[in-house]
C-alpha cells in the first residue's frame, strides 16, 4: 500500500516538473523571439533613419 502511493504521488511531482520545464522552455523561446523581432524592428528604423538622413 505505501508502495502504491509513493509511486503516485512520484508521478504527480514528475509530471509537475515537467510542466514546469515546459512553461520555463516556452517563456524563454517566446522571450527571444521577442527580443528578436524588438531587434530587427529598431536595427530597421535605425538602418532607415540613416539613410533619410544621408
Known amino acids: 500500500m505505501y508502495y502504491l ?7 504527480q ?5 515537467s510542466k ?4 520555463l522552455k ?8 521577442t527580443g528578436h ?3 530587427t524592428i529598431t536595427t530597421f528604423i535605425i538602418y532607415t533613419q540613416k539613410s533619410t538622413t544621408t
Open 5 to 11: 502511493s509513493s509511486m503516485c504521488s512520484y508521478n
Open 13 to 17: 511531482t514528475s509530471t509537475t516538473h
Open 20 to 23: 514546469i520545464n515546459y512553461t
Open 26 to 33: 516556452h517563456q524563454l523561446h517566446r522571450r527571444i523571439l
Open 37 to 39: 523581432i524588438a531587434t
